[in-house]
Nanobody
Framework: QVQLVESGGGLVESGGSLRLSCAASGFTLDGYSIGWFRQAPRREREGVTCINTRVGLSRFADSVMGRFTISRDNAKNTVDLQMERLQPEDTAVYYC???????????????????WGQGIQVTVSS
């Protein structure tokens, strides 16, 4: 059974850091594109970053460029999201998602993804 589980969320002060992890079970992340999305109350789900594990490329939303990094841990079969200089507007439920993506990139559009985690809350206080 394919499953994605996020961990590492919580409450942090403005300017602080958090590291989220997306653990895959039932499949290996080899060949998949993994995306991180977030959804704040009364807002649409937005793409934050993604990585194509097949070609090693990643993309970032403008709002997180230079603050967030995405990386893969082969031994743990996880994709991690390191978030630095967090701001209150980063507050949201964060989701990871997976898809086998044939292009030489990775999508930042939610409806491109086949598998989703349950989401984890990140709250940044001002």
């Amino acid at each position: 059974q394919v499953q994605l589980v996020e961990s590492g969320g919580g409450l942090v002060e403005s300017g602080g850091s958090l590291r989220l992890s997306c653990a895959a079970s039932g499949f290996t992340l080899d060949g998949y594109s993994i995306g991180w999305f977030r959804q704040a109350p009364r807002r649409e789900r937005e793409g934050v970053t993604c990585i194509n594990t097949r070609v090693g490329l990643s993309r970032f939303a403008d709002s997180v460029m230079g603050r967030f990094t995405i990386s893969r841990d082969n031994a743990k079969n996880t994709v991690d999201l390191q978030m630095e200089r967090l701001q209150p507007e980063d507050t949201a439920v964060y989701y990871c998602a997976a898809v086998i993506y044939r292009e030489f990139s990775c999508p930042l559009v939610a409806n491109e993804y086949d598998y989703w985690g349950q989401g984890i809350q990140v709250t940044v206080s001002s």
